[in-house]
């Protein structure tokens, strides 16, 4: 069974501090997405990447960065965490063309 | 950007009818549709799709009608059971976005045992 794998399901951060979201799949897929999911606002892309060391910024871009050193793994960094980065995050992956994507379960982030 | 969205953002239904979920968008050229499951604590699942050459297709108890005259799909759910219970989104996709999608808000279903 085809697998995107977030590496935390609940994270609580203090402000300030830099927080990394690491998202791991295993079917070779090429793309790969970083989504904040909120209540009434639906999923936001923040950022994407096509390949390797490749990244392009989504809607939503600001006070995140992202990595993609492997093609399995995309890290979703903020790298100051504020209040209102304070949501959910899913990780996608699809291998291209116009199949759906595959989510992992989603990181609830709580920043305090 | 695009403007997918949903009409009714919770829906409840009794268990063994039918469910209708609803999604507008507004891309045009939209040419290719997914609806998702998404349960409490998970992470989205595919249910099923359509392209813009169909009108309907049908899946296990799932159904999804694309009215492109009127840019409108919607999710029938046929005899509805508690399992059933999530919130289901709709997403879009074009050639023109780069096939990127963009997805609706949400409606969140509760079947009453």
């Known amino acids: 069974d085809v697998k995107v794998t977030q590496s935390s399901r609940y994270l609580v951060k203090r402000t300030g501090e830099k927080v990394f979201l690491e998202c791991v799949q295993d079917m070779d897929h090429e793309n790969m997405f970083w989504y904040r999911q909120d209540p009434g606002l639906g999923l936001r892309l923040i950022y994407f990447s096509y390949d390797v060391k490749m990244k392009e910024k989504g809607d939503i871009p600001e006070g995140y960065s992202v990595s993609r050193e492997k093609k399995e793994r995309f890290s979703l960094i903020l790298e100051s965490a504020s209040t209102n980065q304070t949501s959910m995050y899913l990780c996608?992956?699809?291998?291209?063309?116009?199949?759906?994507?595959?989510f992992g379960s989603g990181t609830r982030l709580t920043v305090v | 950007g695009e403007s997918v969205g949903l009409h009714l953002p919770t829906l409840s239904v009794q268990e063994g009818d039918n469910s209708i979920i609803n999604c507008a968008y507004s891309n045009s050229a939209s040419d290719y549709f997914i609806w998702y499951k998404q349960e409490s604590g998970k992470g989205p699942q595919f249910i099923i799709d359509i392209r813009s050459n169909m009108d309907k297709r049908q899946g296990q108890r799932v159904t999804v009608l694309l009215n492109k005259t009127v840019k409108h799909l919607s999710l029938q759910i046929a005899a509805t059971q508690p399992g059933d219970s999530a919130v289901y989104f709709c997403a879009e996709t074009s050639a023109n976005t780069g096939n990127q999608f963009y997805f609706g808000t949400g409606t969140s279903l509760t079947v009453i045992p």
């Open positions: 996608a992956s699809n291998g291209g063309g116009r199949g759906g994507y595959t």
